[in-house]
């Protein structure tokens, strides 16, 4: 799980992992539940999960604090109970 905020606003996500039964959704859910809004995104998953997305504030949403809130909401959506490490 990498988060990296772009100086424009835009957030990059790059996360792979093992694949379970609705980790994309879950995935899109959390992203969604923070108020981000997907611009662009790819996905395999071809042995593991693997997810590339650049995102960006949806429009009269609070802004996210910080890059750990995001990377903690995606730990959990795939089903990494706790704290990422």
């Avoid at 995001?70 to 706790?82: H, P, R």
Wanted: aromatic share 8%; hydrophobic share 35%.
């Amino acid at each position: 799980f990498v988060i990296e905020k772009q100086g424009d606003g835009e957030t990059r996500i790059d996360i792979c992992c093992a694949t379970s039964p609705g980790v994309l959704i879950s995935t899109v859910s959390a992203l969604e539940g923070l108020g981000l809004e997907i611009e662009q995104c790819v996905v395999s998953c071809f042995g593991d999960f693997a997810m590339q997305a650049s995102c960006s504030q949806e429009e009269g949403r609070s802004q996210v604090t910080s890059t750990d809130e995001i990377k903690q909401a995606l730990f959990t959506s795939a089903g990494y109970g706790g704290r990422f490490l």
